[in-house]
């Protein structure tokens, strides 16, 4: 009875302040509160003290908050500074060792700094920009006119009225080159005013320490744009970074960027700087298994898995990548559909575990910075050794002796725990990565020939060897030779061709020191090295040591595909284009050859035109004799194949193809041919076999839809667009041929459409120009007669012309299309498919806002296109001018505007001339635009006015126009 | 061990406290280094510039120079790396830049103001941002100017407002934007809220805004980069942040606003090393470790089609007193992360070391 009482007792009266109930200040009621607003009032009440002081009570508040709403703002309290009683010994002997050893250095860098201080200062000053205002004086005699300028300008305060010049639409329409070279659905999403940034730091005078301090932060810009999302911001940020100080950290962030961004290429190329730098890099080895099975290279993909998991058993992300791509690889062949799907969802997935990773990456560094800082001259050594990354401070601590490695492998542990919220499989492989430190550099010696590709792709050379040392009877190597290049075999089996170079080289120079001639074996080794260089990426080594070859054996088949490969590789595609041909001559069976050799004649074509044969040199004719002279083959024809299969494994394990993605680009490439022949029918079969393996692709679809076009199956085509233009939604081809496939069906109002849409992407195309105008003209046609029968023969010749050119460009479009360099444009606007003659009045639809009709405007201004103005201004209506135009009205426009009007619209239809005056006079900024015409614009402008008297219409008088041209201040 | 303490939050560490015998109004990080600056005013009206180095837990002052006048603000924003000038403003409207190693005459004088310069700042130094090296300055004469060290005499770029236009005191000016060599904008604060927005490669008004407090700091998260975020502490204790990638044709730039204390908010800078964390110091002697996350989408598009800015959410992830006076400046050293400094009106100088910053 008594425990009832206390509450009712309680509950009487309410608090002061808030008028709460006395009532809910109890321990029950609050903790069973879920209302956080009134508990931060209880709280309040409580710390107030004004109902009594309950410090037991207040607590449980707190806590029953922070519970409800850990960010409550009820929460916050005043603190004192942090003291070492807050920390654990170790932590505050940390925090205070660190800086210590940050002192240490920067009294170090002092010292150093003042010896090199005294010129470089002034060697900056040269570079830099001239100063504001006085740019456009010229140098001669820059301090008069200089003085000049300062008084007639700089004296003048400028007010606020005066900074109104500012034109958004100019800075929007400013595009980065960056944002060109990505593929079209990144250009899609990126914004389309991105910044012009260099790509590269002027370093000139810089020291070491400033090179550094310059490359981190850049990097620093970088991982915060990653991690909002900027990818393109980001990749130019390491790029600065790079190109102060490279370092793999770097390359690999920048790596994971490019994967973002889709690049697969440029992602393959950083992945393979930073394994060049560290080669056991598990996250620079996981982002190439990705980019390789972006590129439907699943095979490396696997590989490069399957080193992951060789150091790292646990990685969880590792094994069920390979899983996804083994299963690829066996139900690539029976159904091309679930593929895509399976591919999309591993994108995710490594997506969403890599952005944390790409921060971790970072606190990793840190961490293992601040581990090594703590003993300063282990820091002062490094930077002496000019070691450039702190991602490579693994490697180092090895040689520092066991116990930094401890500490290392200690404060690793620490970052990997606290960061539990990364995910349980990335913490596991964290740890691991720490644990088998040891075993990546070790890794590469004992590990790799687990590796069945990497091992069978040597095994050529291998062979080569141990036939030769074997002691057939064509060689003679001494023994000493001979034994090297074992070793250097073997080595280059385990993937070492650094160390592999040095045995041949060391063979070659021990052969030639004999004075011995033994052309075949010199040919061999230099081949042999070749190879190394190949695969180290040192091209221009590789041709030489394959020159060197060829000169020695001349039409040997390995140093040719080499060195051809390397000229590839090096974009010296007519060499290379040589080479494989004459690889061809030699064994026309070798697959590869044949596929490089349709691709660079592709490339090649893309470059020089059609006369690109022309450019070429001779081709050299291989006598029959040198085919014999091959090596693998000798004289037994039964080693001959074997080895020919190995070429073309090895070939196409470099080339990246993939036996789908072959064929794939085979029936390509026919279906190409059959368009060339005229054959379209045949052609459009070859394409639509192309698209049971790969649903992605769009040029097929485009290539197909113009097949079809040729065959005047519009529907089919329309279809073919529509199906790319769901995959890609600015690609300018799609909606050329849809344009043409609308027209074909008559649909001209939608034909306009996507003709103004190709356009908006690229203004230059003149072929859409001309058929603009067309539709148009039987638009209007359409809508007077009623009737566009007779247009059919018309129609067709002009398809005939239009697409000739176009089909040239087609190997352009299949080889780079992602590379495509347009200006991104508003494609909100989804194509409105108008009915046929549903009204009177078809017209292009009408821009929807003022962004949309300024970008229009801009692009239009930019050709001075005035027909195309006259089209937007026929299809605006005159009364909406002002909004559209918003504040962005400049003489420019003005001028455009008049000049459409005064050519295209005045004669046809004076009334809808007249109105578009009257509304533009009642834009914004008219009557300054106005003020600043000059005189021919002017005369422009009165010319206009006479020709709407000239020609009278009902829907203005004379009075009218006097009085407009009162506004106009004629 | 430490999980009681919370070991994810960064914690505040008051290392080095130093008492002043003058009124410090600015203090700043020598770059490279580990000496610092101090600027103010003495008791009996005169300017002090005081350096000093950290020596472990105590601060040696190595120079103290004496200056006929108070010295309100001061920056190392357009000087390079390897001269390290210093560009003061004082209180009768003098920007004047000094060689640390002679101070005894400036390298670059000139009286650029009617009335007290109330703000510095500079870009083009120090490797921050391209172009040509450039001081803004801020003053109550109501204009703010831009100069050139290579230029005397003369601003470069003068704003000040209309014949008739009342004028405001101008309290905060700060650089941003300065991603290529034409590009740069001027921000300014005032004290009837007015925020502006100078674009220097258009000469334009690029944007404006009212906070409805006065504008005691602003600042860009990062003055070379495109511009992206943009932090306006105010009179009454609340601060926005502002999305500057978007700019809405109407709507201006999204932003999110946050109350920190009762009191005025003095200064907000941002870790040189993470853009998206940032520190402001209170009226009440206190500090606010903030971090602004952003949306999952940067941007949306408006029921007009232009495109808006979307902001993002701030959490608050340490805060401490440390004082019962207002903390007038602050700066972080740009080489060391966590190390910051900051004067209070209590006459004490402290170094601080802020804990875990990586792991944010």
Redesign the interface.
């Given at each position: 009875m008594g425990d009832e009482s206390v509450p009712y007792f309680l509950g009487e009266g309410t608090t002061k302040t808030y008028q709460i109930p006395i009532s809910h200040l109890d321990y029950k009621f609050i903790e069973k509160c879920t209302d956080v607003k009134h508990l931060e009032k209880i709280l309040r009440v409580l710390r107030s003290g004004e109902e009594g002081c309950y410090p037991e009570l207040t607590l449980v508040c707190e806590k029953r908050i922070e519970c409800l709403d850990p960010r409550s703002r009820a929460l916050r309290k005043d603190k004192p500074a942090a003291t070492a009683s807050d920390f654990t010994a170790e932590e505050w002997q940390a925090i205070n060792s660190e800086l210590m050893s940050w002192l240490a250095e920067m009294n170090e860098d002092d010292k150093k700094s003042q010896l090199l201080r005294t010129d470089t200062a002034n060697e900056r000053q040269d570079n830099l920009p001239p100063i504001r205002c006085s740019s456009s004086c010229l140098p001669t005699n820059q301090n008069k006119k200089l003085q000049n300028k300062q008084r007639s300008k700089k004296n003048i305060p400028r007010d606020y009225s005066e900074w109104d010049k500012f034109d958004v639409e100019k800075e929007c329409s400013k595009i980065d080159e960056d944002c060109e070279e990505s593929n079209s659905k990144a250009r899609f999403f990126s914004r389309p005013s991105l910044p012009i940034i260099e790509k590269k730091i002027d370093t000139t005078g810089m020291t070491k320490r400033e090179k550094i301090f310059i490359a981190t932060r850049e990097k620093e810009k970088g991982n915060e744009a990653f991690a909002t999302g900027d990818y393109v911001e980001a990749v130019t940020y390491y790029t600065r970074s790079l190109s102060v100080i490279p370092t793999a950290a770097v390359y690999n962030n920048k790596a994971q960027a490019e994967i973002k961004l889709q690049d697969w290429d440029n992602a393959l190329q950083d992945c393979e700087k930073v394994l060049d730098m560290e080669p056991g890099n598990i996250k620079a080895l996981m982002r190439r298994a990705t980019v390789h099975n972006q590129l439907q290279n699943y095979q490396t993909a696997i590989e490069d898995l399957n080193k992951v998991l060789s150091v790292e058993p646990e990685n969880s992300m590792a094994k069920k990548s390979v899983l996804e791509i083994e299963e690829k690889l066996k139900g690539l062949k029976p159904v091309s559909e679930p593929q895509g799907k399976g591919k999309k969802i591993l994108i995710e997935e490594i997506e969403d575990s890599e952005s944390g990773e790409g921060r971790e990456e970072n606190t990793e560094e840190h961490e293992r910075h601040g581990g090594d800082k703590s003993s300063a001259a282990a820091a002062v050594a490094r930077e002496a050794a000019g070691e450039p990354a702190m991602g490579n401070a693994h490697r180092k601590s090895h040689g520092k002796g066991k116990a930094q490695q401890d500490r290392d492998t200690h404060k690793h542990k620490d970052s990997a725990e606290s960061g539990g919220k990364k995910g349980a499989s990335k913490k596991k492989s964290e740890k691991h990565l720490s644990d088998h430190e040891g075993e990546v550099n070790g890794y590469l010696r004992s590990d790799e020939k687990s590796e069945s590709a990497e091992a069978e792709e040597v095994s050529t050379p291998h062979r080569e060897g141990s036939q030769s040392a074997g002691g057939g009877s064509s060689t003679s190597l001494p023994p000493a030779a001979a034994k090297l290049k074992t070793e250097g075999n073997e080595l280059f089996k385990s993937g070492q061709f650094g160390e592999a170079v040095l045995k041949y080289s060391e063979a070659i120079e021990y052969v030639t020191g004999l004075g011995e001639q033994s052309p075949d074996d010199l040919s061999i080794l230099y081949s042999n090295r070749a190879a190394c260089y190949l695969k180290e990426g040192n091209c221009s080594d590789c041709i030489q040591d394959c020159n060197r070859a060829l000169e020695l054996q001349p039409f040997s088949l390995k140093p040719l595909l080499r060195r051809a490969m390397a000229n590839e590789s090096m974009e010296r595609y007519r060499q290379a284009y040589i080479d494989y041909k004459t690889v061809l001559q030699i064994d026309s069976s070798i697959q590869a050859a044949n596929d490089s050799a349709n691709r660079i004649t592709k490339t090649l074509i893309d470059q020089d035109g059609p006369s690109w044969r022309e450019k070429l040199p001779p081709i050299p004719v291989v006598p029959v004799a040198a085919q014999l002279h091959r090596w693998d083959g000798g004289s037994l024809t039964s080693e001959n194949k074997p080895s020919t299969t190995d070429i073309n494994r090895e070939e196409e394990l470099q080339m990246n193809c993939e036996e789908p993605t072959e064929k794939f680009k085979r029936l390509k490439n026919e279906g190409n041919d059959f368009v060339k022949m005229g054959e379209y029918e045949e052609a459009a079969n070859k394409y639509s076999e192309c698209m049971k393996l790969n649903t992605e692709e769009c040029t097929v679809y485009t290539n197909r839809a113009l097949c079809y076009l040729k065959l005047c199956k519009y529907e089919e085509a329309k279809w073919d667009c529509d199906h790319v233009l769901q995959i890609e939604d600015s690609n300018i081809k799609a909606f050329y041929r849809r344009a043409l496939a609308y027209k074909g069906l008559q649909n001209y109002q939608a034909s306009a459409d996507d003709f103004n849409k190709v356009l908006l992407i690229d203004p230059n195309v003149v072929e859409a120009q001309k058929e603009l105008e067309e539709v148009t003209q039987l638009l209007h046609l359409d809508s007077s007669a009623g009737d566009g029968s007779q247009q059919t023969h018309g129609k067709k010749i002009t398809i005939q012309e239009v697409t000739e050119p176009d089909e040239r460009g087609e190997g352009q479009f299949a080889t780079s299309e992602n590379a495509e360099a347009q200006p991104v444009a508003a494609e909100e606007a989804v194509p409105k498919v108008v009915p046929r003659r549903s009204s009177e009045k078809l017209r292009i639809p009408e821009p929807p806002n003022a962004y949309d009709f300024g970008q229009i405007i801009n692009a239009l201004n930019a050709n001075k296109d005035k027909a195309a103005c006259a089209d937007l201004l026929t299809t605006t209506d005159p009364k909406t001018l002002p909004v559209l135009l918003s504040n962005k009205l400049e003489g420019e426009i003005l001028l455009i505007f008049i000049q459409s009007l005064k050519h295209y619209i005045a004669g046809k239809n004076p009334g809808l001339a007249y109105q578009h005056l009257f509304y533009l006079s009642k834009a914004k900024r008219f009557k300054v635009v106005l003020a600043l015409l000059s005189k021919n614009e002017k005369e422009e402008v009165q010319h206009l006015f006479d020709l709407l008297t000239e020609s009278q219409s009902d829907r203005y008088s004379l009075e009218d126009l006097e009085s407009l041209k009162k506004v106009y201040e004629l | 061990?430490?999980a009681v303490?919370g070991?994810?939050r960064p914690?505040?560490?008051?290392?080095v406290q130093q008492a002043l015998s003058y009124t410090v109004f600015d203090c700043k990080w020598v770059p490279?280094?580990?000496r610092l600056m101090c600027l103010g005013s003495a008791a009996r009206g005169t300017g002090v510039i005081q350096l000093y180095e950290?020596?472990?837990a105590r601060l040696e002052v190595l120079r103290e120079i004496e200056k006929p006048k108070p010295i309100k603000c001061g920056t190392f924003g357009a000087t390079?790396?390897?001269?390290r000038y210093l560009a003061t403003g004082d209180f009768d409207g003098n920007l004047n830049i000094w060689n640390l190693e002679a101070p005894e005459i400036p390298v670059y004088s000139v009286k650029g103001h009617k009335e007290i310069i109330n703000s510095i700042d500079g870009v083009g130094g120090l490797?921050?941002g391209?172009?040509?090296?450039?001081i803004v300055t801020g003053s109550r004469d109501g204009?703010v100017k831009?100069w050139?060290p290579?230029?005397n005499d003369?601003?470069?770029?003068?704003?000040?407002?209309?014949?008739g236009?009342s004028k405001r005191d101008c309290w905060t000016v700060a650089f941003g934007n300065a991603?290529?060599?034409e590009?740069r904008v001027v921000c300014a604060g005032y004290d009837n809220g007015d925020i502006?927005l100078?674009?220097?490669k258009?000469?334009?008004?690029?944007w404006e805004t009212n906070i409805k407090n006065g504008v005691c700091s602003v600042e860009f998260d990062?003055k070379?980069?495109?511009m992206?975020k943009l932090v306006a502490t105010s009179l009454e204790g609340k601060f926005h942040v502002f999305d500057m990638?978007?700019?809405h044709?109407t709507k201006g730039f999204a932003s999110v606003s946050e109350?920190a204390q009762k009191s005025t908010i003095w200064q907000v800078r941002h870790l040189?090393?993470?853009?998206?964390i940032f520190m402001t110091s209170g009226g009440?002697g206190?500090l606010h470790l903030w971090k602004y996350e952003?949306p999952a989408q940067?941007?949306k598009?408006d029921s007009?089609?232009?495109?808006m800015g979307v902001a993002g959410s701030l959490?608050?992830l340490q805060?401490?007193?440390?004082s019962t006076q207002p903390i007038s400046s602050l700066d972080w050293s740009p080489?060391?992360?966590g190390?910051c400094v900051c004067g209070a009106f209590d006459q004490t100088l402290r170094v601080?070391?802020v804990?875990k910053l990586?792991?944010i």
């Open positions: - | 061990m430490s303490l070991p994810e914690q505040v560490v008051s290392h490279r280094s580990a950290l020596h472990g390079s790396l390897q001269q490797g921050i391209e172009g040509a090296p450039e204009t831009v050139d290579r230029q003369t601003p470069v770029a003068n704003m000040e407002p209309v014949q236009e991603y290529n060599q590009e502006k100078f674009d220097l258009t000469m334009s008004l690029r990062r070379d980069i495109n992206n990638r978007t700019q044709p109350k040189p090393q993470n853009r998206d009440s206190s952003y940067r941007s598009k007009e089609g232009s495109e959490s608050l805060n401490v007193t440390l080489d060391k992360k190390l601080l070391i804990t990586n792991k």
